[in-house]
């Protein structure tokens, strides 16, 4: 048997200098998903992405512990989220355990669904299992003002939802087409997910929005509590529980990279727009 000098210093330290910690990284993802500003980068693969390889990368972790607090956004960032996720998982072979604050909602809760276990509050509010488009018709305000729009495309259905024109019900047909799409994607992997799913389906599925208490009792998650109680409670007193940050240039840092006459104040108005669109994500779980 080999000489290993580091076992034999080991040995002959204090058992509690001896003992190795369980380590369980945690990554905070926060946000609307897609949101994207010169000031604030979202909730994105791009944006955690490094955040997520560097936890799954560290040696010796027991698991990885990713914090939710999302309304949702975009479903393909949210899949791609989702699919880098189980990915690093089976690379790693470690367990994911996901930890739902306010809200896991639509694309929130898909993310959650990359976990093999989901916690909340009882009061966090989880699932929104569905699929929303909204914009708005603007063909009465550009009447009033004189305005005509022209529009001229190769394509029958490039101008489809154009808010500056009446809306076509072709074009609606076409829009709840691709919803149910996304919308039995989106069932699927839930189904896959989380097999001891209980009640009717056509609740479950049908966009709602539940809080941590009633999803429990659904199968929506599989069970109460926050990510320092749970994994202190799983893995010992001793667990250590780094938390690996997003890299995310400060407000600051990005209006002085954005030197041409006027970026600064164009930045800070595409901020604001970004910052409302996602207060109103938020707020239409009252958060």
């Known amino acids: 048997m080999p000489f290993r000098p580091f076992d034999a210093l080991r040995a002959l ?3 509690r200098w001896a003992r190795r910690h369980p380590v369980v990284p945690v990554v905070r993802l926060s946000g ?3 949101a994207v500003s010169p000031l604030r980068a979202g909730l994105s693969l791009g944006a955690c992405a490094p955040a997520l390889e560097r936890a799954f990368g560290m040696k010796g972790i027991r698991a990885v512990a990713i ?3 999302s309304p949702g956004g975009s479903a393909a960032q949210s899949h791609l989220i989702f699919r880098r996720i189980r990915a690093l998982a089976a690379e790693a072979e470690v367990p994911v355990l996901a930890f739902v604050e306010d809200v896991a909602a639509s694309g929130g809760y898909m993310i959650a669904c990359a976990a093999d276990e989901i916690f909340c509050d009882p009061a966090s509010l989880v699932g929104s299992i569905g699929v929303v488009s909204a914009g708005f018709g603007f063909t009465g305000l550009i009447e009033r003002l004189g305005v005509e729009r022209r529009v001229h495309t190769a394509g029958k259905a490039k101008a489809m939802l154009d808010p500056f024109r009446p809306e076509n019900p072709d074009d609606v047909a076409r829009l709840k087409t691709i919803q149910a799409d996304v919308q039995a994607m989106f069932t699927d992997l839930v189904r896959s997910r989380r097999p001891a799913l209980s009640g009717d389906p ?3 599925f049908s966009g709602a929005v539940w809080t941590g208490r009633q999803g429990l009792a ?3 998650v599989d069970g109460h509590g926050d990510v320092r109680s749970v994994l202190r409670s ?8 780094p938390v690996v940050e997003q890299a995310r240039g400060g407000l600051l840092s990005r209006l002085l990279r954005r030197r041409e006459p006027g970026a600064v104040g164009i930045a800070a108005i595409e901020g604001m727009l970004a910052t409302l669109d996602e207060r109103a994500a938020f707020a239409r779980y009252g958060l």
């Open 202 to 204: 056509d609740e479950l």
């Open 67 to 69: 914090v939710i607090n």
């Open 13 to 15: 330290l204090p058992e």
């Open 218 to 220: 659904l199968g929506l």
């Open 234 to 241: 799983r893995f010992g007193d001793t667990v250590r529980l």
């Open 32 to 34: 609307a998903i897609g």
